[in-house]
């Protein structure tokens, strides 16, 4: 049994909306395919077929994947998050002690999580360093290079 995986409404969409593209129109293409190739001769010889064979489980085991992950998918209220603490959908600013640079996060789901955008994961090191802390906290994050250590100078759920 797979775990249960917390989501904000856009990556929920986003989750359904794959599923149903690779129920929808990869899965008849893999047939299409598969029957494609099945016509060209001897399946014992035939190295199309094999392919196709192959990137249709690929592409089953990944619907089955992705079916595993929606059943156990839990939408968060964010109307109902404390900003007193650090908690997953927390935008948080903090500040590098190091090098007094500041930064912005938004605090996501494992699956959600987009660094180009912001959005870290809440079982990163520095997600899960920052998890329950207040404004004022300084935490201390242990990262490949060493030990960081980051104020937490604002939380809020935009």
């Known amino acids: 049994m797979s775990a ?69 998918a839990r939408l968060i209220d964010e109307t109902h998050l404390d900003v007193s603490k650090v908690l997953v959908l927390s935008n948080v600013k903090i500040k590098n002690q190091a090098n007094g640079m500041e930064l912005k996060y938004r605090l996501v789901a494992e699956s959600e999580a987009d660094l180009k955008t912001g959005k870290i994961s809440v079982t990163s090191p520095i997600g899960k360093g920052l998890l329950g802390k207040s404004v004022g906290d300084v935490a201390e994050i242990t990262v490949p290079n060493g030990v960081l250590q980051f104020e937490i100078l604002e939380i809020s759920r935009d």
């Open 4 to 72: 249960i995986s917390y989501y904000t409404a856009e990556g929920l969409k986003k989750l359904r909306e794959e599923l149903d593209y690779l129920k929808s129109v990869m899965r008849p293409k893999a047939s299409a395919d598969i029957a494609e190739a099945r016509d060209k001769g001897d399946l014992s010889e035939n190295a199309e077929y094999d392919a196709a064979k192959e990137a249709q489980g690929m592409l089953e085991m990944r619907i089955a994947k992705l079916e595993e992950v929606h059943s156990n």
